[in-house]
């Protein structure tokens, strides 16, 4: 018996963290949240976009056996759900020569409806128009008397879907969204989906993805919203959960609004989410890295012991010739606070065997400027070799250190310390590097811990310790200025000469840009790293290795 359009009903969002691919996994994380949202009383779930499969698919999409089996899986799955609860899955849909991004409703064994997503998204991250074919009508389904409207993530940045859906006779809009993190974004979702609410006088379910995903990490964080635009209920962020809604005549009744985090632990948690389930979900045991006595290492041994644990961890120290009793004191002493394994093998006798190997090589060569880095270069190579070494034979992944100011600019060694498997602060500016390392040991002081990350890492001016006296700053400007400038060309598309307007000097714009122009080639054999700004150095940066393009001044 369906209840009348009076009676209460409890609707439950899965907020689950899937894999792309799993079908059968992601399905059984399905009909496990339906069975504990059923015995808490709801009689409805939702889930994330492609909940199913897993987002994003790519190129999985073209293959039409991947269809057949997303197809028999959702079948299965209708059949395995608790037959009296509505269970609205997102799947891809495979029609005839028609491809969708759809989201079906299952009840009693069977499918019973399917939407089709009518807005593909095909800027930043996305590129579904090379996926998928538009939907063009709503789906209005019944919830225990109450119609409701079914959209998917981009179709609720629109208008359009949504005042079809009222039209329709919708009393409730419910999103399915895989929809990635980055900075500010949740903000941005809140303000985007108030304005469907009152415009629409609908209530808005947003039902999020969480995980990471190669490059991106979906944060969860759903919500809801009522027909005025004010949050009833927020789920927690970068973790799986179940959240109830309870409705009263399509009036959604107060529940728990889960307070947002600060900025740098919203950082924090993206980079160990993204670093637990890269590794996790594609086999690796253990990690390893290249320790230096810098801040950047220190962070990433620090986000890789809080995602996987600090005994499957491992640091390696490589001294040269170069690198300071400091840099040594202090890489010892922070892996002894994070416990992790931590070995030293000094470098000076390879870099002794390079030059002499050389040297007849180099014999009828000009003789080494002052600008000449060959013998830098090779000190970052042999500690590549070293750490890929223990990789082949550990089986462990590596982890490089390199931040975005100095990907932008090139401030890295190919084959040296981009040599690696997967590059956690990749997307973090240096500057930003800095506020999560003093947000970190500030927050395990709160906690008794006593500081992590030694106070030299954090205060001595950064540098490669490639050759005597080295910093940063020899070469680069200092490094609010830089990211200043990468931050304005790289994710707003400024000219340099809008930047020069900002009051930024004209001579450190113009290094800076020709910099970033220049090392394009590097970033395109970079490890995949996490995704946290609006722009990254991943899908949505695409600029020609080959170009004559002149920018304006």
Known sequence: MIPSPSA?????????????????????????????????????????????????????????????????????LARALPPEMAVIVGHPLEEGERRYNAASLLRGGRVEATYRKMRLPNAEVFDEERYFDAGEAPCVIDL??????????????????????????ARLLITLNASPFHLAKQARRHEVLRARATTCALPVVYANMVGGQDELVFDGASFVLDGLGRLTHQAPAFREALMLVEMHDGHILPGEVQPAPTLEAEVWQALVLGVHD???????????????????????????????GAERVRALMMPS???????????????????????EVPITPAMSAYEHMLAPLFADLPAAGANDTTFENIQARIRGNLLMALSNRSGALVLTTGNKSEMAVGYATLYGDMAGGFAVIKDVYKTFVYRLA?????????????????????????????????????????????????????ERDMSPAQIIERGIPAGEVRQVVDLLKRNEYKRRQAPVGIRITPRGFGKDWRYPLTSRYRDEY
């Open 438 to 490: 003093r947000w970190y040991d500030a927050r395990a002081i709160a906690e008794g811990r006593g500081e992590i990350i030694p106070r030299n890492i954090i205060e001595r001016p950064p540098s490669a310790e490639l050759k005597p006296n080295q910093t940063d700053q020899d070469s680069l400007p200092p490094y609010e200025t830089l990211d200043a400038i990468i931050e304005a060309y790289m």
């Open 8 to 76: 209460s009903l409890t609707l439950a969002i899965a907020q689950i963290n899937c894999t792309v691919g799993d079908l059968a996994g992601n399905a059984a994380r399905i009909v496990s949240a339906a069975q504990q949202a059923r015995a808490r009383g709801a009689l409805a779930l939702v889930t994330p976009e492609m909940a199913l499969c897993g987002y994003p698919p790519e190129d999985l999409l073209l293959r039409a056996d991947f269809h057949r089996a997303c197809q028999n899986e959702l079948d299965a």
């Open 278 to 308: 890269y590794a996790t979900k594609n086999g690796f045991r253990s990690v390893l890295l290249g320790l230096s006595g810098g801040i950047d290492s220190a962070l990433v041994l620090a986000i890789a012991c809080e995602a996987l």
């Open 321 to 343: 010739p170069y690198t300071s009793p400091m840099s040594l004191a202090d890489a010892r002493r922070l892996s002894e606070n994070l416990g992790v394994r931590y070995d």
């Open 144 to 169: 225990c008397g109450l119609p409701t409207a079914l959209a998917i993530c981009e179709d609720v940045w629109h208008r359009g879907p949504a005042e079809l859906a009222k039209a329709a006779g």
